[in-house]
């Protein structure tokens, strides 16, 4: 069997050195691929009017598997300012790339495990009992629909008159806003299907019977938004009695759960969620085992086989101009290894993820934000390490 091709897409600001290092790391330990660069981001945006090309789709379309960095995104108006002067008349209104490719190749299961590494000096910790501390071991797996709800991209400024009058049958929106001026109001929309909150519901369970998590957790808001959290809530209920009743599910609302983050995190497993609330939770999650540094991600559709693995820190554009790249590159190697566990080059993931361990735990290289210190430019020269010497440590224990 050849070489596996991997589109690579570095994306803007601090993308670009987290994934050249990354590979880096898959090249040490032994993982043998092509890379091919698939150009998205701002760059692309300014001076051709689409920061995702149809060149860099039809790449993943052929390829399947991707590695992606990251990317800038800006307001409306900003956006519209960067254009090149020469695309300003022709109508074009940004849209995030990332989420254009969740939509045009449905990548709707999206998966951001969030785990404590032992040693790491960003663990959360807590008071316990005699006012010793405590510091409890996350293992968490969170589940987010990835291309309905919130981020669908159904809204509109000023609704036109079918929308207006479709939205006024509604005895709530007639009461509430019935006397507001159309072109005062703002719509975005919140739609779930059935097919797709059933297929995110049985990732979340297998993952949680293959891995032997006990518990499922649905975090919604289904006593207020009870249409879609509500559905979201009794399909999960349907599907576990029928087909996973050794599973726990627990049902949480997400304003408490982010409550209940800091009281006892170590008791989750598995949790599910709406594109919004699952984009809420990922992050609650990730700030306990060390914040965006440690924060991976997989972007999946299994009926097309395509698969694009991320971090979810943003681009960092100022940290990019720097002489040298300060960045914590550990969320985009984690993403990688999920990519590698994906095409089951699992001794391989293994094999990487106990060489970051073991880094971590030893405490001898760590990047500014594991030392607490803001992002500066001299962070390196004041003892942090930097994107570069944390991946050469890591590949110094493969």
Same mark, same amino acid.
């Given at each position: 069997?050849?070489?596996?091709? !991997?589109?690579?897409?570095?994306?803007?600001?601090?993308?670009?050195?987290?994934?050249?290092?990354?590979?880096?790391?898959?090249?040490?330990?032994?993982?043998? #691929?092509?890379?091919?660069?698939? +150009?998205?981001?701002?760059?692309?945006?300014?001076?051709?009017?689409?920061?995702?090309?149809?060149?860099?789709? +039809?790449? @993943?379309?052929?390829?399947?598997?991707?590695?992606?960095?990251?990317?800038?995104?800006?307001?409306?108006?900003?956006?519209?300012?960067?254009? #090149?002067?020469?695309?300003?008349?022709?109508?074009?209104?940004?849209? =995030?790339?990332?989420?254009?490719?969740?939509?045009?190749?449905?990548?709707?299961?999206?998966?951001?495990?969030?785990?404590?590494?032992?040693?790491?000096?960003?663990?959360?910790?807590?008071?316990?009992?005699? *006012?010793?501390?405590?510091?409890?071991?996350?293992?968490?797996?969170?589940?987010?629909? *990835?291309?309905?709800?919130?981020?669908?991209?159904?809204?509109?400024?000023?609704?036109?008159?079918?929308?207006?009058?479709?939205?006024?049958?509604?005895?709530?929106?007639?009461?509430?806003?019935?006397?507001?001026?159309?072109?005062?109001?703002?719509?975005?929309?919140? /739609?779930?299907?059935?097919?797709?909150?059933?297929? /995110?519901?049985?990732?979340?369970?297998?993952?949680?019977?293959?891995?032997?998590?006990? *518990?499922?957790?649905?975090?919604?808001?289904?006593?207020?938004?009870?249409?879609?959290?509500?559905?979201?809530?009794?399909?999960?209920?349907? /599907?576990?009695?029928?087909?996973?009743?050794?599973?726990?599910?627990?049902?949480?609302?997400?304003?408490?759960?982010?409550?209940?983050?800091?009281?006892?995190?170590?008791?989750?497993?598995?949790?599910?969620?709406?594109?919004?609330?699952?984009?809420?939770? =990922? +992050?609650?999650?990730?700030?306990?085992?060390?914040?965006?540094?440690?924060?991976? =991600?997989?972007?999946? *559709?299994?009926?097309?086989?395509?698969?694009?693995?991320?971090?979810?820190?943003?681009?960092?554009?100022?940290?990019?101009?720097?002489?040298?790249?300060?960045?914590?590159?550990?969320?985009? @190697?984690?993403?990688?290894?999920?990519?590698?566990?994906? !095409?089951?080059?699992?001794? !391989?993931?293994?094999? !990487?993820?106990?060489?970051?361990?073991?880094?971590?735990?030893?405490?001898?290289?760590?990047?500014? +934000?594991?030392?607490?210190?803001?992002?500066?430019?001299?962070?390196?020269?004041?003892?942090?390490? =930097?994107?570069?010497?944390?991946?050469?440590? /890591?590949?110094?224990?493969?």
């Amino acid at each position: 069997m050849g070489k596996r091709t !991997i589109v690579a897409m570095p994306g803007d600001g601090i993308g670009k050195p987290v994934l050249d290092e990354t590979i880096r790391v898959l090249d040490a330990a032994g993982f043998e #691929a092509n890379y091919v660069e698939g +150009d998205i981001g701002w760059e692309f945006w300014c001076k051709e009017g689409n920061p995702l090309p149809q060149r860099t789709i +039809d790449l @993943i379309a052929e390829h399947k598997i991707a590695l992606f960095g990251a990317i800038t995104s800006k307001p409306k108006d900003e956006a519209f300012n960067e254009l #090149a002067p020469e695309l300003k008349e022709k109508g074009l209104v940004y849209s =995030s790339p990332i989420v254009g490719l969740r939509q045009h190749f449905g990548l709707d299961i999206c998966a951001r495990p969030c785990k404590t590494y032992k040693g790491n000096p960003l663990n959360f910790i807590r008071r316990g009992p005699n *006012n010793t501390i405590e510091e409890p071991e996350v293992d968490a797996v969170i589940f987010r629909q *990835n291309t309905e709800g919130l981020y669908g991209g159904v809204e509109w400024s000023n609704p036109p008159d079918q929308v207006y009058d479709a939205l006024m049958t509604h005895p709530k929106f007639k009461k509430n806003f019935g006397e507001t001026p159309k072109e005062e109001i703002s719509v975005s929309t919140r /739609i779930f299907t059935k097919k797709y909150t059933e297929r /995110i519901l049985r990732a979340a369970f297998e993952h949680a019977k293959k891995y032997g998590y006990k *518990n499922v957790t649905v975090c919604e808001k289904q006593n207020v938004i009870r249409e879609t959290s509500g559905m979201m809530y009794k399909m999960a209920q349907q /599907i576990q009695k029928a087909d996973f009743p050794e599973i726990e599910l627990w049902n949480t609302n997400i304003d408490a759960q982010m409550m209940w983050l800091t009281k006892n995190p170590e008791i989750y497993g598995v949790i599910v969620a709406g594109n919004m609330f699952g984009d809420i939770v =990922s +992050d609650g999650f990730a700030g306990l085992i060390g914040g965006l540094g440690f924060a991976c =991600s997989a972007q999946m *559709n299994p009926e097309k086989g395509i698969a694009v693995f991320e971090p979810t820190h943003g681009s960092a554009p100022k940290y990019a101009d720097y002489p040298v790249s300060i960045v914590n590159p550990i969320a985009m @190697i984690e993403s990688a290894c999920m990519m590698l566990d994906y !095409i089951e080059e699992n001794e !391989i993931a293994a094999k !990487i993820r106990k060489a970051v361990a073991e880094v971590v735990e030893e405490g001898k290289v760590r990047t500014y +934000d594991m030392m607490k210190m803001s992002g500066r430019a001299d962070v390196v020269d004041n003892g942090a390490a =930097s994107t570069k010497t944390m991946a050469d440590a /890591i590949i110094a224990k493969l």
